[in-house]
Each structure stands twice: as C-alpha cells, then as structure tokens.
C-alpha cells in the first residue's frame, strides 16, 4: 500500500517563527511531490510542488525533497496567523495520475 | 478553483433515497477524481476517470458509482444513502497538455457537503 503519513499535528508557532512541516512516503517509485493548503471548510489548495532532490523555495515557502530517505518537509518563513490551516503532503508516481494524500497537519500561528 | 464546478455544494438527503453529485471541468484536463474527506482519514479516492467512459475504482468504492460521458462531465452517484456516506465531496482534475506547466498537478472543486439523515 502506498502511504504518505504526517504528524497530524496540531502544531503551534508564534507569529514571525518558522513552520517546520514534515511528510514521509512508503513508496520509491514516487516522482513528484506536492504541498496543498487547506482553510477550514475550504478545498485544498496547491501551495507547492517539488519533483527534484533539494530545496524549492517560493516566497515565504520553501519544500525540501530527500528521495534517499523518502522524506518531504514544508518550511514556513515569518509565520503569519493567515498561515493557519491545515497542509497536505501528496506524492504521485511517475505516470503522473495517482495521487496519495496524508492526513494532513493542522499549523495554528499564533499572533 | 481552476475551472471546476462541483454541484451542488450542500445537500440533505434521506437514508435510502439515490444521490447525484457533479463535477464539470474547462479546463480539458483528462483525469477526473472523486474523493471523501472525512476528519482523522483525510482524503480518500472513491473512483477516478482516465477519459471518456474510462473509469477505476479507488479504495473506498463500495456504495459508489460514476459515469463520464463527455470530457468535460464527472458524475457521482449514491444508489442508496446511508448514514456513513455523510461527509465532504471533492472532485479533482489534472493531467493537462504534457509539458505544459503543472500538467501533472491536481487541482480541487469547491467541494459538497453531503448530510445523509
């Protein structure tokens, strides 16, 4: 069985601290890796993708792939309260068409 | 919501009574997915289509069934409700022209709040 697990969390970091999400996968022929935000009674929205080993950074984000450990994390830069929500870790295998979630982890900033 | 429409976005229903979600797309997008989402399971594929009338089952189909007659089209229907189908409704697309940008990326409808009473 393919599984993407998440420390569900919840997680609390003070407003201008950094967020330290983290995802682990279970199956190597994942390919591509993805980071969706969720707003409570929201739909899950991609935030970033990252399909290389190293760091991805975009804005406040920053996505680190380790293909060796099989591991994924999410670094959130100056944490604001807005960044309060749930994140999902998805991967997907090289045919690009099956996705497996985590249960997510649940970020409250607090200001 | 990149050009998907889930509808409707709320529905109260009765036990035992046929339910119809739909999920219609723009974008031309050839896969097409069905998820639950429930708390402490998170999201969960129901079943998903690769094309027109091209449809698998993902691991929570029992009670489900679905139809895509156009490209654009993705139906789920509940033959029968029952309580523990209570949950939110998400569909998805991706697989955009290859080599275009996030062609690989899966993009979420709004969802639908279902209540079976």
């Known amino acids: 069985q393919k599984e993407v697990e998440q420390n569900s969390g919840p997680l609390s970091v003070p407003e201008g601290a950094i967020a330290s999400l983290n995802c682990t996968y279970s199956d190597r022929g994942s390919q591509s890796f993805f980071w969706y935000r969720q707003y409570s009674g929201k739909s899950p929205e991609l935030i970033m993708s990252i399909y290389s080993n190293g760091d991805k950074e975009d804005g406040r984000f920053t996505a680190q792939l380790n293909k060796a450990s099989q591991y994924v994390s999410l670094l959130i830069r100056d944490s604001q309260p807005s960044d309060s929500a749930t994140y999902l870790c998805a991967a997907s295998l090289e045919t690009g068409n099956q996705f497996y979630f985590g249960t997510g982890t649940s970020l409250t900033v607090i200001p | 919501d990149a050009g998907i429409t889930q509808s409707p976005r709320h529905k109260v229903t009765e036990t035992g009574t046929p339910v119809t979600l739909r999920c219609h797309q723009t974008?031309?997008?050839?896969?097409m997915y069905w998820y639950r989402q429930d708390p402490g399971h998170g999201l969960r594929l129901i079943h998903y289509?690769?094309?027109?009338?091209?449809?698998d089952k993902g691991e929570v189909s029992d009670g489900y069934s679905v139809s895509r007659s156009k490209t654009e089209d993705f139906l789920l229907t509940l033959e029968s409700a029952t309580s523990s189908q209570t949950s939110v409704y998400f569909c998805?697309?991706?697989?955009?022209?290859?080599?275009?940008?996030?062609?690989?990326?899966?993009?979420f409808g709004a969802g639908t709040r279902l209540s079976v009473l």
């Open positions: 998805a697309i991706s697989g955009g022209l290859a080599g275009d940008r996030g062609w690989n990326i899966q993009y």
């Open positions: 974008e031309n997008h050839r896969y």
């Open positions: 289509s690769y094309g027109v009338k091209d449809t």
